[in-house]
């Protein structure tokens, strides 16, 4: 697959900030509450930013946090790729239209009937990381190509997925030459070092393992080995500062330096992309005194929206749009029977009053793709404002 070049940029031009609160609360006036806003010049940013960060790195966006076609299609605008781990991703894009040339399936543990839902939505690129693995592709040989991930833990990463995926570097080569007996094509490889990765160390490690062991694979001619993926785990900003983009991927440009020309250089960004590009609005529906602290019971929490919080491990800013007045020690819960639904304590407050409306930041990323209908309170609606870059504001609501 050949590097895009960069899509061509409209001039820039106003538009209004879905962010602010005199936007979020005409947004509820007409789609009501709970709401996820998606401001799709924010992913636009995200995506500049990182771009930027990494030139001459394939972004492949990474469905899993954010599924949403709105965001999808702002990514393509920007001349990005895709990256789909599930057969339900692969049909999202199918039904969009989406070249499949753009996408790979990163997903290393895979189902026969996903591999060939894959396959026959155009979709030619996979990861493994194992032998059993491979052998699920040697029916499908001469359609499909390999990148085999190799595992880095790290544990100081909010989410150490090396622990699930991946084979120790010292496996890689004898995996790749099993899968040159079998007939297979090894493309490349590819590595994920954890979300929320705490510093750019473990990026460089990989890197520069992942560069010896390509150049060893092509030496004895286990396949093209052209490919590299170095995943995402980008960090962003919660309640804590993340490191600036351009200062933590310093130390990686330095390392994709060293590889050979031929080697494309992909990555698979999500919650960098999605994370600051969304917010969730929730409402209060009623409110209780209890042991000398307000508790505001809102139409959104651990089930819905805020799902992240348990599954994702992350802490979102939040604010009361309410202003003024005398702030108090406080509780925000979630609306389900369930005492576990409780997303904040020991909070500052005004008083607020049914219907006062409560904002989380950075609430792109594990939210609401995470989300149920637990007790039946529905998912927050979606909404996504900007959908052309100048558009002043344009809403579309999908996916009440």
């Known amino acids: 697959m050949k590097n895009r070049r960069p899509a061509t940029r ?58 949403h076609p709105a965001v999808v299609r702002t990514v393509l605008e920007e001349g990005g790729f895709l990256d789909l781990a599930t057969t339900g991703e692969v049909e999202l894009i199918a039904r969009m239209g989406v070249d499949p040339a753009l996408c790979i399936h990163t997903h290393p543990i895979k189902r026969d009937i996903d591999i060939r839902a894959a396959l026959d939505r155009g979709v030619r690129v996979f990861v493994a990381d194992n032998p059993d693995e491979l052998r699920k592709f040697v029916p499908y040989a001469d359609r499909a190509a390999l990148l085999l991930r190799v595992s880095f833990r790290s544990p100081g990463a909010v989410s150490d997925l090396s622990r699930k995926f991946g084979c120790d570097p010292e496996q890689l080569l004898p995996l790749a030459r099993r899968a040159h007996d079998l007939g297979l094509t090894v493309q490349g490889l ?41 995943g995402g785990g980008f960090p962003i900003d919660y309640g804590t500062r993340a490191p600036e983009i351009g200062y933590f991927c310093a130390p990686l440009r330095t390392a994709l330096a060293k590889l050979p020309k031929r080697v494309r250089v992909i990555a698979e960004p999500g919650r960098y992309i999605a994370g600051p590009s969304a917010i969730g609005v929730s409402s209060v529906m009623g409110r209780a005194r209890r042991e ?22 992350a802490r979102y800013p939040l604010e009361a749009l309410k202003r003024g007045g005398k702030r108090e020690p406080a509780v925000l819960a979630g609306p389900t029977c369930d005492s576990i639904d409780v997303i904040a304590e020991n909070l500052s407050l005004p008083l607020l009053d049914e219907g006062d409306l409560v904002v989380g930041r950075a609430m792109g990323a594990y939210t609401w793709a995470s989300a149920s209908e637990f007790n039946f309170f529905p998912r927050a609606t979606v909404v996504s404002a900007n959908l052309e870059p100048g558009d002043r504001g344009r809403v579309m609501s999908i996916d009440r």
């Open 10 to 67: 409209p001039a820039r031009a106003a538009f209004i900030d879905p962010f602010a609160p005199r936007e979020i609360r005409r947004l509820v006036a007409e789609f009501g509450s709970p709401l996820l806003i998606v401001d799709c010049e924010r992913v636009r940013r995200q995506f500049r930013q990182l771009q930027q960060a990494l030139p001459g790195v394939d972004l492949h966006y990474a469905l899993k946090p954010l599924p």
């Open 190 to 230: 590819s590595f994920h070092v954890g979300s929320q990765a705490p510093d750019p160390g473990k990026h460089v490690e990989a890197i520069e393992v992942c560069g010896k062991l390509l150049a060893a694979a092509r030496r004895e001619r286990l396949g093209p080995c052209d490919t590299l993926d170095i």
């Open 292 to 313: 000398g602290r307000w508790w505001y019971y809102l139409d959104d929490g651990l089930y819905g929206s805020y799902s992240g919080q348990l599954f994702d491990h």
